[in-house]
């Protein structure tokens, strides 16, 4: 269904304008969540619409009282949990991300299983890597849910028999990027003899890089403890990108997201 369905229109200007309206009277740290989130909660709420979720008929504006009340929930959760998931942006964030992968499900399931992987542990990737976003680019042009590049793609496609995947088929074949970043996460899973941390490094690193690193160090231990003298992992290096990965897998587990 597109964007400009019935379902999903009136549900847009509905969250855009309750947004520009509280983003413009409110003042300090609620109104800039607000300003900042704008068009996530847009989205969040076009999503609703599209899922045909509605309040009861006794209220006069089903959509619209839908979107305030979802925006200031959003709010919130942002006031009452400061050391929480705290930030307007990120709560919205993970909740679109969440939704994408729900719909991912039997596509997710498939390239999986094709693999012998983890659904949950390919979904806690898609997310961390792409949001669930099927037409992702990153600035270093990875593209797509599991944000491949092309030539990664190539190499994985030829082992497996099949054409060469353009860039445009790599943003728009949300399965053929599943298959094909699967079969790369298998390939470094073999390579980093089944250790799903090291794995995950390697992915988000580059196994060249990583396996550099590693050998610099004298094997992945003696890496691993010059690391934790560091102190926790710290955003944007690979141990926090590999935890995060692993903590999403978790909760959709215990969600039973993928069923």
């Known amino acids: 269904m597109s964007d400009d369905s019935q379902g999903t229109r009136p549900a847009r200007r ?12 409110l003042s300090g740290p609620l109104g800039d969540m607000l300003r900042t989130g704008r068009e996530g909660v847009v989205e969040l709420v076009g999503l609703a619409g599209r899922t045909q979720a509605r309040l009861p008929r006794v209220l006069r504006h089903p959509v619209g009282r839908f979107a305030a009340i979802l925006v200031l929930v959003l709010c919130a959760i942002s006031i009452l949990q400061p050391d929480g998931p705290g930030d307007l942006r990120e709560v919205v964030a993970g909740e679109l991300g969440q939704r994408r992968i729900e719909q991912l499900a039997p ?88 250790s799903v941390d090291q794995a995950l490094m390697a992915y988000n690193a580059g196994p060249t890089a990583f396996n550099s690193w590693i050998r610099d160090a004298g094997g992945f231990e003696a890496w691993m403890v010059e690391q934790q003298a560091k102190g926790e992992p710290k955003l944007g290096t690979v141990r926090h990108y590999a935890e995060k990965v692993q903590r999403v897998a978790d909760t959709y587990r215990s969600e039973k997201l993928l069923r």
């Open 107 to 194: 596509q997710l399931r498939a390239a999986a299983g094709e693999f012998g992987l983890d659904p949950y542990l390919v979904a806690g990737l898609v997310f961390t890597e792409s949001s669930g976003r099927v037409d992702a680019v990153s600035s270093a042009n990875a593209l797509g849910l599991m944000q491949l590049k092309v030539s990664t793609a190539a190499e994985r496609a030829q082992l497996l028999g099949v054409p060469a995947p353009t860039r445009e088929q790599l943003l728009k074949d949300p399965l053929l990027n599943l298959r094909l970043g699967c079969a790369y996460l298998d390939y470094l899973m073999k390579r980093q003899e089944g």
């Open 14 to 25: 509905a969250a855009a304008a309750v947004t520009a309206f509280y983003a413009r009277h």
